[in-house]
């Protein structure tokens, strides 16, 4: 039996939710985990993802739980509700754990997670207070199977890949932030492989372009267009001092694309 290493005094939890900044439910989760173990310190990420949106959800946990320190727990709530039976789960990865609904939103986060899983099971019981469960158990320092089961059907779901040639590159918008800035999922290392030192023109609709990767949004005039790559290494969109996503016309889902020159 192999016990969780979660054994001090403070506990850490973040949250990342669709609920929002109005209503009671940010407040109810807040409460149930108190009521569940009083020795947490809770850390909002983010309450404005939308609404069932679980691929926002996996980009935002993605590019955030590893620059928390170790130990810590973090914990999702979007798309609790995806069937009948609903059933959450809970893992050690990376040295941190992580809850939530066994909806997919994990295998968006985790490429190629092979840790134990384990639920609580199917039960009546409300969200919160499964989740309450499991954050109790860890703080009384009970094993993983003395908190809930090993499961073996741990759902999957495909993450979308950019599409690759040896003179393209097609990518997908997967995220715009605040600021209209516009996520791309191309990284780094893709980029630079298919480029391998050749000029590009990277289109965001049928006649604009961009030639060149920018260090900083100050490289190009206020209000023009520069791409870059962001802290996670995704390529960015964006234009100095304005919001790219509007001006540009570009939204979630729309296809990105790079043509490399000899």
Not at 113 to 121: E, F, K, M
Not at 177 to 184: A, K, L, Q, T, W
Request: hydrophobic content about 40%; some cysteine.
């Amino acid at each position: 039996m192999v016990a969780f290493l979660y054994l001090w005094v403070m506990h850490l939890v973040t949250l990342i939710t669709d609920f929002g900044t109005k209503g009671y439910r940010t407040a109810a989760l807040k409460g149930a985990l108190l009521s569940a173990c009083r020795d947490i310190s809770i850390v909002d990420v983010s309450h404005d993802i939308t609404p069932f949106d679980i691929d926002e959800a996996a980009f935002i946990l993605r590019s955030s739980y590893a620059q928390f320190p170790a130990k810590t727990i973090h914990l999702v709530n979007v798309l609790n509700y995806y069937e009948m039976d609903n059933r959450i789960v809970y893992f050690q990865q990376d040295d941190q754990l992580f809850i939530g609904p066994d909806n997919g939103i994990f295998s968006l986060v985790f490429e190629d997670l092979d840790v134990p899983i384990y639920s609580i099971g199917n039960t009546d019981d409300h969200y919160t207070d499964i989740c309450g469960q499991i954050i109790k158990g860890i703080c009384e320092g009970h094993s993983p199977d003395e908190i809930g089961t090993e499961i073996t059907d741990f759902r999957r779901k495909l993450i979308l890949q950019p599409v690759t040639a040896t003179n393209e590159i097609r990518g997908s918008v997967i995220f715009v932030d605040r600021y209209g800035n516009v996520i791309v999922n191309i990284k780094k290392t893709d980029f630079d492989r298919i480029r391998n030192d050749r000029s590009f023109s990277l289109y965001f609709n049928r006649h604009e372009h961009i030639h060149e990767i920018s260090a900083h949004y100050m490289q190009v005039d206020i209000g023009s267009p520069l791409c870059s790559f962001n802290s996670q290494d995704y390529l960015e969109i964006a234009v100095n001092l304005q919001r790219a996503d509007e001006l540009l016309g570009i939204k979630k889902g729309d296809v990105i694309q790079i043509k490399f020159q000899d």
